[in-house]
């Protein structure tokens, strides 16, 4: 079963904060990434660490479920801004936002 997707097959409706734990994202201190997370003040979102979350070359991997917004090369430092402009204030963090997932286009 996917991360994040229930039994049914639904996406829950728990807001989430998944942090990937495994071996190249370990690699890239997201054990550093999660400490900060849990320790950020989050009364809205639940913060986990989870196994690979498949972008192992760009982690440390960061999802925010269930909205899907996937951000990649998290680091410590980073999280403060995420955590005030979108947790709290509703807006992505456009320059750590995978691009993979996120792509945008211009003409």
């Not at 097959?9 to 550093?32: D, I, M, T, Y």
């Not at 196994?51 to 070359?57: E, L």
Request: charged share 20%; with cysteine; glycine share 8%.
């Amino acid at each position: 079963m996917e991360i994040g997707t229930q039994k049914n097959g639904s996406k829950p409706k728990e807001r989430c904060v998944l942090v990937c734990q495994h071996r190249s994202c370990l690699a890239n201190n997201s054990e550093a990434v999660l400490a900060a997370f849990e320790s950020a003040d989050l009364t809205d979102f639940t913060v986990m660490g989870t196994g690979c979350q498949g972008q192992c070359t760009s982690g440390p991997t960061v999802r925010i479920v269930p909205e899907e917004t996937w951000y990649w090369r998290v680091q410590p430092s980073d999280v403060p801004v995420i955590v005030e402009q979108h947790l709290q204030g509703g807006k992505p963090v456009e320059a750590k936002l995978n691009t993979r997932i996120h792509m945008r286009f211009s003409y």
